[in-house]
């Protein structure tokens, strides 16, 4: 099949770039007028497009999973997303409105979602399908070490009283630690303990027919679902600014709490590494759910939080990374309760029911105290 027929076939790609160019053309029309009923179309038209898209990005990452094996398949969907995920809260640092809070808010709501409600939903559907699902207990405990230093160094500690002269030494400290422990964590997961985040159950490739009919996984091109996968991520996150920006209009208008936009966008932002978890769930691949649900989280905190620091030296503006007291509680809830249901290296349905709850929880929050 030549490179214009495949491009062709590639149809959530096709509808991400249409549409991207009809929202560039009527931008005015549609997000200066604030009008509800305005908001939601232009909210539900780009969530749906949005969606598509991403089970397109999910179709070449499994390719590449499969084809590269684990943990490099998942890694590659992990770096094209947090990069995303990156440049659209510096260019949004940047562009729009000081909020110092606006980093730490998205990653807290990124994690959240991730550890909670992705973790929560995958293990409800592999426990009710398969009853226990197994992966390397290496790899959670690995994880949940890195996300436990991480998370307390660069979002509890802040919120410690301390002098203000000391903020901006120990943020340069921050920015040190996170890069280093980051580069020496990918590291040991691609070469000195690459074992640890594998599973030795995992398909092999003549039995993934079933899952893309019609394609030869080994005769697949790395590169060119490498960067179809890129730019439909791009696409993703372009329109994921828009839908955003239908989000703030509707909940102003509505008089809603604020860090409900920042949840939605978080949800649509990393919806490819979430429906990519999902479905290796109910494939019976939980160690692909772990390496992505944890590996994303780890990345969200120890990336973004180095690179909102380094725009805040820039631009001169503020950043607060402090968690508020609820924030605090439930992230270590999160935590402890993350290590606890992976101790054994299975899951089952009652672990990802503790799970949700904890993500329901976290809805709840927003509306209770935000």
Do not use: W
């Not at 606006?102 to 979602?113: G, L, P």
């Not at 002098?163 to 901006?168: G, I, P, S, W, Y």
């Not at 494939?283 to 992505?292: G, L």
Request: hydrophobic fraction near 55%; proline fraction near 3%; glycine fraction near 6%.
């Amino acid at each position: 099949m030549s490179l214009l027929n495949r491009l062709k076939a590639e149809h959530s790609l096709i509808l991400s770039a249409i549409s991207l160019i009809i929202v560039g053309i009527f931008h005015q029309d549609l997000f200066e007028d604030y009008s509800l009923s305005v908001s939601l179309i232009v909210f539900f038209v780009l969530f749906i497009i949005i969606i598509y898209a991403a089970m397109g990005v999910v179709h070449h990452a499994e390719i590449l999973a499969y084809k590269f094996g684990e943990p490099f398949g998942t890694l590659i969907l992990t770096f094209t997303a947090i990069t995303v995920e990156i440049i659209m809260i510096t260019e949004i640092m940047l562009n729009g409105d000081e909020d110092p809070t606006f980093a730490r808010d998205t990653i807290f709501s990124t994690v959240m979602i991730l550890l909670n409600g992705l973790i929560g939903v995958s293990m409800l559907i592999g426990g009710f399908k398969y009853g226990e699902q197994f992966f390397n207990l290496k790899s959670s405990v690995s994880f949940f070490s890195m996300i436990l230093i991480v998370t307390g160094l660069g979002l509890i500690f802040p919120s410690i009283p301390h002098q203000a002269a000391n903020e901006m030494p120990y943020q340069i400290f921050l920015i040190i630690i996170c890069l280093s422990l980051y580069a020496f964590f990918i590291r040991m997961q691609t070469k000195d303990h690459k074992l640890f985040f594998s599973y030795s159950k995992h398909k092999i490739l003549d039995e993934l027919k079933e899952e893309f009919p019609g394609i030869n996984i080994k005769k697949e091109s790395a590169l060119y679902h490498s960067i179809v996968m890129v730019v439909a991520i791009i696409l993703i996150s372009i329109l994921a600014e828009y839908l955003s920006t239908a989000i703030d209009n509707g909940v102003n208008i509505l008089g809603l709490p604020k860090y409900l936009a920042s949840f939605i966008v978080a949800l649509v932002i990393i919806s490819p590494e979430s429906l990519t978890a999902l479905r290796a769930a109910r494939n019976n691949e939980m160690q692909r759910t772990i390496n992505i649900a944890l590996g994303s989280a780890l990345s969200t905190i120890t990336l973004t939080i180095p690179a909102v620091i380094i725009v805040g030296f820039i631009t001169g503006q503020q950043i607060i990374l402090a968690l508020t007291p609820y924030m605090t509680v439930m992230i270590l809830l999160t935590i402890i309760i993350g290590i606890l249901s992976t101790s054994r290296g299975d899951a089952n349905a009652l672990q990802g029911f503790i799970h949700f709850v904890l993500f329901v929880t976290y809805i709840f929050i927003i509306f209770l105290f935000a």
